[in-house]
């Protein structure tokens, strides 16, 4: 079996690398956009915003599980970037799974709690009605879509409020301002769950072993959407202060900084953000056997190996 990892230098793709478990379930081949990776090793090179391109890597490549863990995730910029947006979270979907649909490829992809329009009072489920609010979530939603139509074997992973011990995200961006400022606003209307890439990589493959482990019928069974977030929820005020406890406990900071509630109108940013975000993943224990762990547990794995770093 012969894996192929798209958008090996993001967030959830250096997770996956670092991880090591999905280059011991087979071939692994790793990719980036200028086919370097980022501790300097030379990989193959594909480039989701040129989608012409990508059935001639496919091709030399020659995968038997696409794991897309490439995408355009600049949620402001993509206000004013829509197209190129939708080309890379889309169109690009849409061709890998054309190409998967005609060499009997499975697609694992990954997409978005920004899909939802944030009006619902309980936790989203995988069949609720979609309404983005702004141009990233129309984008993957777009994507969705299309790799639904392709007809391609596909494992869709929404997930939500996405967070490492690498890369530009929430907590790091916490420790920052924490580290330079005394006091700080922190939205507190807004509702999710925060989820480590950790949590998605472990989910993402009990449910490749499940589906490498059954016959044809069942895994039929499997496709499709699924809700890979972590167990319960909180405000970005709330991970927030849960972030700076844990790193007070570490000495990962010396200080705490005070933590104000803020509104979403105190807080403007081009984007929407639909104000609940919470997605319901029982799905992942029913169909794969995967319980998602609580955000608080995989915030102190987190901050346990920065603290170690």
């Given at each position: ?26 071939m692994?081949?790793t ?120 007809g391609?074997?596909?494992?869709i ?72 977030v ?29 933590v ?50």
């Amino acid at each position: 079996m012969k894996f192929l990892l798209l958008g090996a230098n993001g967030q959830l793709g250096r997770s996956f690398v670092e991880d090591g478990r999905l280059a011991r379930m087979g071939m692994l081949a790793t990719a980036s956009r200028d086919g370097r990776r980022f501790d300097g090793a030379s990989i193959e090179a594909a480039d989701l915003a040129l989608p012409d391109t990508l059935d001639a890597a496919l091709d030399t490549i020659a995968p038997d599980v696409i794991v897309n863990a490439a995408a355009y995730t600049a949620v402001d910029r993509a206000e004013q970037e829509e197209a190129l947006a939708t080309r890379v979270n889309g169109e690009a979907v849409g061709r890998l799974g054309q190409w998967a649909q005609r060499h009997g490829a499975l697609i694992v992809h990954f997409s978005t709690d920004y899909v939802f329009d944030g009006s619902s009072q309980r936790p989203y489920r995988t069949t609720d009605p979609t309404g983005p609010l702004g141009a990233y979530g129309r984008s993957k939603l777009a994507g969705e879509q299309a790799l639904q139509a392709s007809g391609a074997g596909h494992l869709i992973f929404r997930t939500a409020w996405v967070y490492a011990a690498h890369g530009h995200n929430f907590l790091r961006t916490m420790l920052r301002l924490g580290a330079e400022r005394d006091s700080l606003g922190v939205v507190a209307d807004q509702h999710g769950a925060p989820t480590s890439t950790d949590v998605i990589v472990d989910g993402t493959l009990v449910a490749l072993e499940a589906w490498l482990a059954a016959d044809e019928t069942d895994r039929q069974g499997m496709h499709g959407i699924h809700h890979l977030v972590a167990s319960g929820s909180t405000t970005w005020h709330g991970f927030a202060e849960a972030i700076f406890a844990e790193a007070s406990r570490r000495g990962v900071l010396a200080r705490v900084p005070e933590v104000r509630a803020i509104d979403t109108a105190q807080f403007p940013t081009p984007a929407r953000r639909p104000a609940w975000s919470v997605l319901d993943n029982r799905d992942m224990s029913e169909q794969f056997g995967y319980r998602p762990p609580d955000w608080r547990g995989a915030l102190v794995a987190v901050m346990d190996r920065l603290a170690a770093s």
